[in-house]
Structures are given as structure tokens and as C-alpha cells.
């Protein structure tokens, strides 16, 4: 299985923020929407990944509040990235390697979504689902013991 199989079922919906934009108005954006992460993008080029991580850091140094910090102070400015191609196993690899709970998707130099390890997570355990019920049709139709031997 490839990310690109992950991004088909997963839909094509994309948060963006800008790193000059307000972290109270990013941090509103990922509540709002119910998501952990917003790709950075500045000139239409990935330049960062914020996510919760990120926030929770600004939030402690701050004494309990993002105050008028902006995305740039928080932000990953070197997500770890994958393409449609990358294989299955490899973004578990990746993702548990860097810690990354959150992986923008890159074409070349565009972006084309984001894999969460939920996303992952999510589809190693229908693919295995799926070799099961194959593994158990297939041992339901094993020629019995009699009848090989006849």
C-alpha cells in the first residue's frame, strides 16, 4: 500500500497557514476544524509544519498562553516529508524514526495532502483486516483431510 492509497480514501481537504499569520488564529483554525496540524506554506512553497506539539511548547514558555507569538516561532521549519509513491511501511518507519505524528505529502514541490499516523495506523489495520478474511476464506475452502488422500 502507498500514501497515494491513503490520500484517495482520506479525501483532498488541506489546512494551510502562513508563517506570519497569528499563532491565536492558527491555533483557532486547528480548533475549529478539529485537526492537529496546519502545513506551513509561504510563495506557495512548504516552509514549515505547526502542530499541537509545537503549540503546547509556545504555550509553556508563555506562562499559559500563545500570546502575539506568530506561526514562525513555532513551527517545524524541517518537517519530514513523503510523496504519493512512498510505501506503507516506509512512512511507519519515518514517522515512528522522527516522532512526526503528522506528514505533509509532496509532488515534487507541490503539495498533495497530509498523512497522520492516525491515517496510518488506520490502514495498516484495514489491510490486515483484509488479509485475514482472504487467509480465512481461503483455509475454509482447504481440501479435507479424506478426500486429498482418496
Not at 488564529?25 to 485537526?35: C, E, F, L, N, P
Amino acid at each position: 500500500m502507498k500514501v497515494s492509497d491513503i490520500l484517495r480514501v482520506k479525501g483532498n481537504t488541506l489546512y494551510t497557514v502562513t508563517p506570519d499569520e497569528p499563532l491565536a488564529r492558527a491555533v483557532a483554525t486547528m480548533a475549529d476544524k478539529d485537526i492537529g496540524s496546519l502545513v506551513v506554506m509561504e510563495h506557495g512553497e512548504l516552509v514549515g509544519m505547526l502542530t499541537f506539539r509545537e503549540v503546547i511548547g509556545v504555550v509553556a514558555q508563555n506562562g499559559g498562553s500563545v500570546g502575539d507569538a506568530l506561526v514562525r516561532r513555532a513551527m517545524d521549519d524541517h518537517p519530514v516529508t513523503c510523496t504519493p509513491a512512498t510505501e506503507l511501511d516506509e512512512i511507519r518507519r519515518m514517522m515512528l524514526e522522527r516522532h512526526a505524528r503528522y506528514m505533509p505529502v509532496m509532488d515534487q514541490r507541490m503539495l498533495m495532502g497530509v498523512v497522520s499516523f492516525y491515517d496510518v495506523a488506520k490502514a495498516v489495520v484495514e489491510s490486515q483486516n483484509f488479509e485475514n478474511k482472504m487467509l480465512k476464506a481461503y483455509i475454509r475452502d482447504w481440501p479435507g483431510g479424506d478426500e486429498a488422500s482418496s
